[in-house]
């Protein structure tokens, strides 16, 4: 009886782990504030994730084909500088400084892509030391001071089509076409196909490296959408801009239930919750006047519980616990570490 | 023959005397824990400048050697590290975390290399010398101000607080000062206070969330105005943002006076806030720096020594003298 109820306490865990989740972190700040659950806040909240939101569905293209950009928030960084520096030194419209903005996100994307496919380097430390580097030129060309926006720039940050801020429209439609892109393309299949193991990929004709340079393209190019998001929100541009952002969308990833080994999840609702319930624990902690020091504990808590709800589902946990029982029986062969924390 | 070498050696004593005497050089290495904001870069510059003027005046040749962590404590350490191996005469840090630049003090301590903490004191090691602005004391400054202000307009503040990042002594000094003069003045009630790690992102979506948790909330208090246009943008968005005799008004007490906060006060957005002196601050490094380089006591008060803001108001903001974050200067 009790393995019974343990076993349909893991599936739901496994299933809707992070929907429990998220509906205890909602309901413990609308009972302990008065203004939390609200309209108008909740608007709030999608405003202030519309950048993260961006940023992490460039990163779950590139997590869902098995591999990690660590460079996004460096590239929004030097990206949008350009755009500053064209907009107030040069005197460049807008619309143009942004475009360039754009393409640099994706030329940026494209080294990345260059440096991992064509050079065979491991994503971790290429994307680390484009990290590095790209904020050290932008640090450079910035002086590595803040530079406040043009004052008809600034004030789109608080652009509205009645109560809905356009940038939360904006974040809608870059989430609805990288999840497009990921479940109706051949593109997005193959991604979840390399995810699951690169030489099988390879084997049944799919062109694995191209595959993983556009992912990089593509994280490069909302890199820098979502930097030019940041960067009107706040109004000028600063050294922080893009800073941990890149771990922050990797939190975002997985606690939206996107697989860290690659190959499972999805962007819609997956990045949006996960988002979300990154945004509710910032916002109620805020509203609840809350111990500054309590913001990490339980940031870091919530990533914990996703990561383990992503090991579970991965059947790491279940295959150890296997090989280990086996192990543990009288008459059996001890079985390797490798063997039992390799991916089934 | 020995009374033509007496009088060579005469001779060579006589020119040495009257030539100029060659200045002592003096390696400072100048670890920045992150130059993220105009300040450090005018500290910088007032450094090298005060170093090359006040120098030259005490026959000691400053060479600089400098290093950026990028905020990042463990990467400062390793820089500090660095500072040491290069055997340099002093070090001066601008500490990312107060506690971790401890270790380094001590690393400095040990290679007999004196360590000058710069503007942010270490919180579990003392250094040979600290010097700094006075943070509590433009917390406190600027509190004292606001209260009278609003009292004097009659005025009861609900405010909300901006603070710095946690691991910063200065940001907490100005938050302990703040509650220390508001909390029992029955004038100001700080109803929430919102940690920013110094980051703009977080200035904006904190006074957004403290909004809407406060509707009645009337004022703020910025741990430091470096990140305004953040917080212009968040309260333009709650329709807020307005100058001091309009009845949206949200009354501002504030830190630092970077530039934009100079625009702001002039426009009568901002009500008072006290300087973050960078000029005097790097004055102070270099007469210290001197002292060390001669050997001599460098007459810190227990090690430290501050030099205090001054209070900018609106009715004053035009005429402060040598405001390093006013445009004419």
């Keep these: 009886m009790r393995d ?68 996004i928030g460096s590239v929004a960084f030097l990206s949008s500088t350009f755009a500053v ?73 608080n652009l509205s089509i009645g109560p809905i801020f356009v940038d939360i429209l904006v974040a809608a439609v870059v989430v609805i076409a990288a999840d497009q892109l990921h479940r109706r393309t051949v593109f997005g299949r193959q991604l979840n196909a390399i995810g699951n193991g690169e030489e099988v990929a390879a084997k049944i ?69 996960g988002a979300l319930t990154f945004e509710m624990i910032a916002n109620g902690l805020n509203q609840m006047s809350a111990n500054p020091y309590a913001y990490r504990l339980v940031t870091g808590a919530i990533i914990f519980v996703a990561m383990y709800v992503d090991a579970m589902k991965s059947g790491r946990i279940r295959s150890r616990r296997k090989k280990l029982a086996v192990r543990d029986e009288p008459g059996r062969s001890t079985g390797t570490i490798a063997e039992t924390t390799s991916r089934p | 023959m020995r009374v033509l070498n007496k009088a060579l050696f005469a001779a060579g004593c006589m020119i040495a005397a009257t030539l100029p005497a060659h200045a002592k050089d003096f390696t400072v290495g100048l670890s920045w824990n992150a130059m993220d904001n105009q300040l450090p870069v005018k500290w910088q510059e007032y450094l090298q400048s005060e170093g090359a003027k006040q120098g030259a005046a005490a026959d000691v040749n400053f060479k600089w050697v400098i290093n950026v962590a990028d905020a990042d404590p463990t990467r400062q350490a390793a820089n500090i590290e660095d500072l040491i191996n290069q055997g340099v005469d002093l070090i001066i840090a601008r500490a990312e975390d107060a506690a971790a630049i401890g270790a380094s003090i001590r690393a400095a301590k040990e290679a007999g290399i004196p360590f000058m903490t710069f503007d942010r004191e270490s919180s579990t090691t003392k250094p040979t010398v600290h010097v700094g602005g006075d943070s509590f004391d433009q917390g406190k400054t600027t509190a004292e101000a606001f209260v009278a202000l609003l009292k004097d307009r009659g005025v009861t503040g609900k405010c909300i607080e901006l603070q710095g990042s946690l691991t ?30 110094w980051n703009p992102d977080l200035f904006r979506s904190g006074t957004v969330n403290a909004l809407r948790a406060n ?12 990140a ?102």
């Excluded at chain 1, 203004?35 to 990163?59: D, E, K, Q, R, Y």
């Excluded at chain 1, 541009?237 to 771990?247: D, H, K, T, V």
């Design chain 1, 85 to 157: 520096l064209l907009m107030n030194n040069h005197g460049v419209p807008p619309v143009v400084a942004f475009a360039v903005t754009l393409a640099a996100g994706a030329a940026l994307g494209a080294l990345n892509g260059f440096i991992v496919v064509g050079l065979g380097i491991n994503p971790l430390i290429a994307t680390l030391g484009t990290m590095i580097a790209l904020r050290g030129v932008a640090l450079q060309l910035t002086n590595a001071v803040l530079i406040p926006l043009p004052e008809s720039v600034r004030s789109l940050g």
């Design chain 2, 168 to 197: 910063d002594v200065n940001a907490m000094n100005r938050s302990k000062a703040w509650h220390e003069v508001t909390d029992n003045s029955g004038v100001v009630t700080t109803l929430v206070s919102v940690p920013t790690e």
């Design chain 2, 215 to 226: 509707p009645d909330a009337n004022c703020m208090f910025l741990a430091s105005d470096f």
């Design chain 1, 4 to 71: 019974n109820q343990s076993t349909s306490f893991g599936q739901l865990a496994r299933r809707h782990g992070f929907l429990i989740v998220l509906v205890a972190i909602f309901a413990v700040f609308t009972l302990a504030t008065d203004h939390f659950a609200t309209f108008g806040n909740f608007i709030a909240m999608l405003h202030a994730m519309a950048p993260v939101v961006v940023m992490s569905c460039g990163m779950a293209l590139v997590v869902l084909a098995g591999k990690l950009d660590i460079s």
């Design chain 1, 205 to 273: 004709g799919i062109p694995v490296g191209r595959r993983v340079f556009v992912a990089f393209v593509l994280s490069g190019l909302f890199a820098s959408i979502g930097g030019i998001m940041s960067l009107i929100q706040v109004g000028s541009i600063s050294a922080y801009l893009g800073r941990g952002m890149e771990f922050t969308a990797v939190a975002v990833v997985v606690v939206g239930g996107i697989s860290l080994f690659g190959g499972r999840g999805t962007i819609l609702p997956g990045v949006v919750l």
């Design chain 2, 228 to 329: 305004l246009s953040a917080v212009q943008s968040a309260l333009e968005g709650a329709d807020r943002w307005a100058p001091r005799g309009d009845a949206k008004h949200v009354w501002i007490a504030t830190q630092d006076v970077f530039p934009e906060a100079v625009t702001a006060m002039q426009g009568g957005f901002i009500d008072v806030g006290t300087t973050y002196d960078a000029y005097a601050h790097a004055q102070e490094a270099i007469r210290v720096a001197i002292e060390l380089a001669k050997g001599e006591d460098a007459n810190c008060p227990d090690g430290v020594c501050l030099a205090k803001g001054r209070l900018a108001t609106q009715e004053n903001i035009g005429t402060l003298e040598n405001l390093w974050s006013r445009p004419a200067n």
